[in-house]
């Protein structure tokens, strides 16, 4: 059974960075982790999870508008992982991080796809960050 699980979350101080990483185990034979849009979404305490990030299977990348300039998400297939790399963290960023894997396995998939939370058939047990103002 294919899971997914985050690593990396934490305290830290605004302006603070953090890198959050999610990996793939349990991939059986043909099973892989690259064959799929991956994304990361977050959510805060008393609010709904919003998506965060995502990076599609031919490499094209969306972010939430909040985080553009900030974080960067990236995807290494051969280790079956996908990353969020956090700067100049804000109060505002405090929330449970989750990863997701798509169910669709096209190159590249429109940002509306990624950004809803049905299209993706996997995901992490979450990891959490809070930043301290």
């Known amino acids: 059974q294919v899971q997914l699980a985050e690593s990396g979350g934490g305290l830290v101080q605004a302006g603070g960075s953090l890198r959050l990483s999610c990996a793939a185990s349990?991939?059986?034979?043909?099973?892989?982790?690259?064959?799929?849009?991956l994304g990361w979404f977050r959510q805060a305490p008393g609010k709904e999870r919003e998506f965060v990030a995502a990076?599609?299977?031919?490499?094209?990348?969306y972010y939430l508008d909040s985080v553009k300039g900030r974080f960067t998400i990236s995807r290494d297939n051969a280790k079956n992982t996908v990353s969020l790399q956090m700067n100049s963290l804000k109060p505002d960023d405090t929330a449970v991080y989750y990863c997701?894997?798509?169910?669709?396995?096209?190159?590249?998939?429109?940002?509306?796809?990624?950004?809803?939370?049905?299209?993706?058939?996997?995901w992490g047990q979450g990891t959490r960050v809070t930043v301290s103002s």
């Open positions: 997701g894997k798509t169910r669709r396995t096209a190159f590249f998939v429109p940002l509306t796809y990624v950004m809803d939370q049905n299209s993706y058939e996997l």
């Open positions: 349990g991939l059986g034979s043909g099973r892989t982790f690259s064959d799929a849009a």
């Open positions: 990076v599609s299977r031919g490499g094209e990348i």
